[in-house]
């Protein structure tokens, strides 16, 4: 079965500073992964999507996550972040032919100025 | 499009009665999942439909909760008789096709406080 590990249930960032926020996903074949932002009060939005190619994959925002197969991560990244990036973020993992999403279980981001 | 729209968007309701979340997924999309969010559990996937027909509801927590869908452009979920342990917030979600290639679009939530 599918998962997902976030194992950081809150990191405080400086606003301008760096972000690298965490995912490890145990599959047994090539996952298809995701991260999704959410805000308070509000609905979960894609930030970014890898299925396959370049493992370094772009998302809205400034975000960027990396796939890493010999560690089975799939961090996010962003250099610079704003205190509108203040939010939770989740990993979710994914597998073709099956439309389940197994999301993991947030990590919440504050940022300080 | 509007996007995925749910209602209502709170719920604060009495134990034992009955709840009906109701949802409207993006039009084109094949796909709906309904997914309950708490703090202890997370995001947990409910039951999910391709083309009106459930498609796996191993995550629906016990015979008082059912969804349904009767068309493409209408959801429900209802909880009867409702439990305060079931206060938490709802999503429906819609995807536009197969193959995990697409995303999944979240509606804003429902939170249902049964007290």
């Known amino acids: 079965a599918q998962s997902v590990t976030q194992p950081d249930i809150h990191i405080t960032v400086s606003e301008g500073a760096s972000l690298e926020l965490r995912c490890n996903y145990s599959?047994?074949?090539?996952?298809?992964l995701f991260w999704y932002v959410q805000s308070p009060g509000q609905g979960l939005q894609l930030l970014l999507k890898?299925?396959?190619?370049?493992?370094l994959v772009q998302g809205i925002k400034g975000f960027e996550a990396e796939f890493k197969r010999s560690q089975s991560s799939f961090n996010l990244r962003k250099p610079s972040v704003h205190w509108s990036d203040a939010a939770e973020y989740f990993c979710?993992?994914?597998?073709?032919?099956?439309?389940?999403?197994?999301f993991g279980t947030g990590t919440r981001l504050t940022i300080i100025p | 499009d509007a996007g995925v729209i749910q209602s209502p968007r709170h719920e604060v309701t009495e134990m034992g009665q009955e709840v009906t979340l109701r949802c409207k997924p993006i039009?084109?999309?094949?796909?709906l999942f309904w997914y309950r969010q708490t703090m202890m559990r997370g995001l947990e996937l409910l039951i999910y439909?391709?083309?009106?027909?459930?498609?796996?509801d191993s995550g629906m927590p016990e015979d008082r909760f059912s969804a349904k869908m009767p068309n493409a452009s209408f959801s429900t979920l209802k909880i009867q008789p409702s439990e305060p342990r079931d206060s938490a917030v709802y999503f429906c979600?819609?995807?536009?096709?197969?193959?995990?290639?697409?995303?999944?679009?979240f509606g804003q939530g429902t939170r249902l406080t049964v007290v």
């Open positions: 979600a819609s995807s536009p096709g197969t193959g995990g290639y697409t995303e999944a679009f």
């Open positions: 599959y047994g074949a090539t996952p298809y």
């Open positions: 890898y299925f396959s190619g370049d493992t």
């Open positions: 979710a993992v994914g597998n073709f032919g099956n439309e389940k999403l197994t």
């Open positions: 039009s084109g999309h094949d796909y």
């Open positions: 439909f391709n083309n009106n027909v459930p498609i796996d």
